[in-house]
């Protein structure tokens, strides 16, 4: 579900006729319940969990491996919930783990953690874990969930991710088509996630935030009614989870990130810091967004309200340190680096051509109005082909000079042959910029141009 790992493109397909035999291959190649001292088929997500993570560690577990044998989507979706959902209605006190005696001090001198954390032990929580998904897919293969053999929309979608001339790659991506069945959502609204994570100071905060987002955001009773407000919940409440993590085991990372939840016939964006999204609607660019960089007026003045600053050190930075204004984690940065999402919402037309999603490896050397020429120019060359779009544009901004790690995802929201014999709207235009959609009230221009990034 999640990765940042370089991959290949590949379309998402439903894949309902495979479930029998994808279940009847698993339950082969696992015939019982592990024993204790088996090995596990996956690898513990950490040492410890906190039981407001259970939820989303388990189900990325899952997902993960489900996806590495081939699962069906929906199928995998589905599995996991159920698994899941289960597993959190009996009593996990037995997989309590007391904390060290150091943690326990901490937790003392916190003045702001009033509840204590009950944190459980991740390496038999998984084990279980499997041992229950392993039984409901022997249930599941006797009769099969209609939930989980529902056809679902087809999206195609092209991802593609660099580590590049960086030491580590820190960035990290989802995509979830089968966002209903993961969360057990029957209503008659289609619902489909996306988002990329741009980690710094190492990969945990971007990891968590792939993890526990979408999961945070599906938890929200609003999600219905107010899709932003439900994303923009959820990556507040991933930022609070996520420094209680920070302050247990030492971390000091953060992460940039910008999401995308298709949901019926409405685009739902939220964002954190200077990833971005852009929406290209008949061959020209819609801005959806405006990232969140320390040299904005209003975010300027936000960090000085709270007593820190902003200077010029080959870029605008916040407190001399992080060239981002907004991001989960940064735990010593907090509250000038604040965890407060914005968000958008755009009706959908059928007329729109496709989203991208992007770090800012990519968009610090790519301008938006670029886009539409480099996607429309491998579109010619592959003969309708989007499958591997995403990596040309990755290649194209290494070309251009950027020594970052790179992710760019295209989910095209129309059949990429349909692109190509539309032509190339837009491209070249002058004036196609100025007829990009205006950015949202809420959201004032940069004073200026942001220089490129380290």
Not at 36 to 60: F, I, M, Y
Not at 142 to 156: D, E, F, G, I
Not at 411 to 416: A, I
């Amino acid at each position: 579900m999640s990765s940042g790992a370089p991959q290949k493109s590949s379309p998402m397909a439903s894949g309902a006729e495979e479930t029998p035999g994808f279940l009847d291959t698993l339950l082969q190649d696992f015939p019982a319940l592990l024993n204790p001292e088996d090995p596990l088929p996956w690898k513990a997500p950490g040492t410890v969990l906190s039981q407001e993570e259970v939820e989303g560690e388990l189900a990325e577990l899952a997902m993960g491996f489900l996806g590495s044998r081939k699962a069906p989507p929906p199928l995998a979706a589905a599995l996991a919930h159920e698994a899941v959902s289960q597993l959190l209605q009996t009593d996990l006190s037995e997989f309590r783990k007391l904390p060290r005696e150091e943690e326990e001090e901490e937790e003392d001198d916190d003045e702001e953690e009033k509840a204590p954390v009950t944190l459980l032990d991740a390496q038999s929580l998984a084990r279980s874990f499997f041992n229950r998904l392993w039984e409901v897919a022997g249930q599941w293969q006797k009769q099969v969930p209609l939930a989980a053999r529902a056809s679902q929309r087809q999206w195609l979608v092209s991802i593609h991710a660099i580590r590049n001339t960086r030491r580590k790659m820190e960035d990290r991506h989802v995509s979830l088509p089968s966002f209903n069945q993961l969360f057990g959502l029957f209503d008659p609204v289609n619902r489909a996630y996306f988002a990329v994570f741009d980690g710094h100071g190492g990969v945990d905060a971007a990891r968590y935030a792939a993890v526990h987002v979408h999961t945070n955001a599906a938890r929200q009773p609003e999600l219905p009614t107010d899709p932003a407000g439900a994303l923009r919940e959820a990556f507040r409440r991933t930022d609070q989870m996520f420094l209680r993590k920070a302050k247990r085991e030492r971390l000091q990372s953060g992460t940039t990130g910008v999401c995308a939840l298709i949901a019926g016939a409405t685009l739902h964006v939220a964002w954190l810091g200077d990833s971005q999204v852009i929406l290209v609607q008949q061959g020209q660019v819609v801005k959806l967004m405006e990232p969140h960089r320390p040299e904005r007026q209003d975010e300027k003045a936000r960090i000085e309200a709270l007593g820190g600053f902003v200077s010029h050190m080959d870029c605008w930075r916040v407190n001399g340190t992080l060239a981002v204004s907004r991001a989960i984690g940064d735990v010593f940065q907090k509250p000038y680096v604040s965890g407060e999402a914005d968000a958008a919402s755009r009706a959908l037309t059928g007329s729109e051509d496709y989203l991208l999603l992007a770090c800012d490896g990519f968009f610090d050397v790519i301008p938006h109005q670029e886009v539409v020429g480099l996607v429309q120019s491998h579109l010619t060359r592959q003969q309708g082909s989007g499958l591997r779009v995403a990596e040309e544009l990755v290649a194209a901004a290494r070309e251009r000079g950027s020594h970052d790690n790179i992710t760019v995802m295209v989910v095209f929201l129309r059949d990429p042959q349909e692109l190509l014999e539309g032509g190339n709207q837009g491209e070249g235009d002058p004036q196609a910029e100025g007829r990009r959609q205006d950015l949202p009230s809420s959201l004032p221009e940069p004073e200026t141009q942001a220089p490129p990034r380290s």
